[in-house]
């Protein structure tokens, strides 16, 4: 029996990164277009290239979501999947990855496939592929294969993101947000903070001006949101450890949360947070 953790690339995680030997890991890549140039956000991708590609090119660039094709390999290669990809208000990825079960389970109707949308990215995906793995560990046959999706889609629901990023041009210009008033914002040192509804959309909640004051606001935020008690934190920062280390520090100052970990963001991620970006899931 094989158990299969299938993700997309806005997950962050990287393939060489998930260790578990009795678990099969794949994650399926989004493309990125910057002028002419398609990047594959896969483990070989270079990111200060990408960021460097971006800067250059000011003209068009866009992301695309993986094949219907791509997960369906990805889903063949195991017995039990389960599948988390980004917002499918975001992205088509969600549907690609629908499309893809049924696809394998009309030849293969042995096979078990779940698929969950994260109605976020980045950390909600990362701490929905650890959730996963654990419990997955506890049942190597998969004989509780639909409680283990039930739990999932709950600790899904329970997961939170919140994030502020430098620049929200990308997010912007390919309609993923709204505009923001105006370019003042960014040239008066104001920090937009932004979070995933429910539904999996991006909704501006707040600004603040100055780093501190703007972290200070965002982990108010957080602790708004849900009780974070005990809680799990991952920051996912585009080439920015030291900001976020610092916001680490204010995070463990004022929530009772369990453990803050700090992930680097792939391409994708790093295509929409820009540079020095920061999103925070718990
Ligand atoms: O299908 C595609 O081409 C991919 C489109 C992805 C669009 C948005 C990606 C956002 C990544 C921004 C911060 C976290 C957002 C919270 C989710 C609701 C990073």
């Given at each position: 029996m094989i158990w299969n953790i299938v993700t997309?690339?806005?997950s962050?995680v990287l393939e060489s990164s998930f260790t578990n030997e009795r678990i099969r890991f794949e994650s ?50 195991g017995?039990c999947s389960i599948c988390f ?29 779940c698929?969950i ?7 909600a995906m990362e701490l929905l592929i650890r959730r996963a793995a654990e419990l997955m560990e506890a049942d190597p046959?998969g004989?509780n294969f639909?409680?283990i999706c039930?739990q999932l889609?709950?600790y899904q ?75 799990e934190?991952v ?26 970990g700090?992930c ?19």
């Amino acid at each position: 029996m094989i158990w299969n953790i299938v993700t997309d690339s806005s997950s962050d995680v990287l393939e060489s990164s998930f260790t578990n030997e009795r678990i099969r890991f794949e994650s399926v890549p989004l493309r990125i277009l910057v002028g002419e140039t398609e990047y594959i956000d896969n483990d070989a991708l270079v990111i200060p290239e990408l960021l460097n590609a971006m800067a250059a090119e000011k003209s068009a660039s866009s992301t695309a979501c993986p094949s219907p094709e791509a997960f369906a390999q990805a889903f063949i290669a195991g017995d039990c999947s389960i599948c988390f990809t980004i917002s499918a208000n975001l992205s088509g990825t969600y549907n690609a990855a629908v499309l893809a079960r049924e696809m394998v389970l009309e030849d293969h109707p042995e096979k078990k496939i779940c698929i969950i949308d994260s109605k976020s990215t980045a950390g909600a995906m990362e701490l929905l592929i650890r959730r996963a793995a654990e419990l997955m560990e506890a049942d190597p046959e998969g004989t509780n294969f639909d409680g283990i999706c039930d739990q999932l889609r709950m600790y899904q629901a329970s997961l939170r993101t919140v994030f502020t990023l430098e620049a929200y041009d990308n997010l912007i210009k390919n309609g993923r947000m709204r505009p923001l008033v105006g370019n003042l914002l960014h040239s008066l040192g104001i920090h937009v903070i932004a979070d995933a509804t429910p539904q999996g959309t991006i909704h501006v909640c707040g600004k603040a001006k100055g780093e501190l004051r703007t972290f200070k606001a965002l982990v108010q935020h957080m602790g708004e949101s849900k009780d974070c008690t005990g809680a799990e934190v991952v920051i996912h920062h585009c080439e920015n450890l030291t900001g976020a280390m610092r916001l680490r520090d204010v995070i463990v100052r004022e929530l009772p949360v369990k453990s803050v970990g700090f992930c680097s963001c792939r391409g994708l991620t790093t295509y929409y947070a820009m540079q020095n970006g920061l999103i925070v899931s718990f």
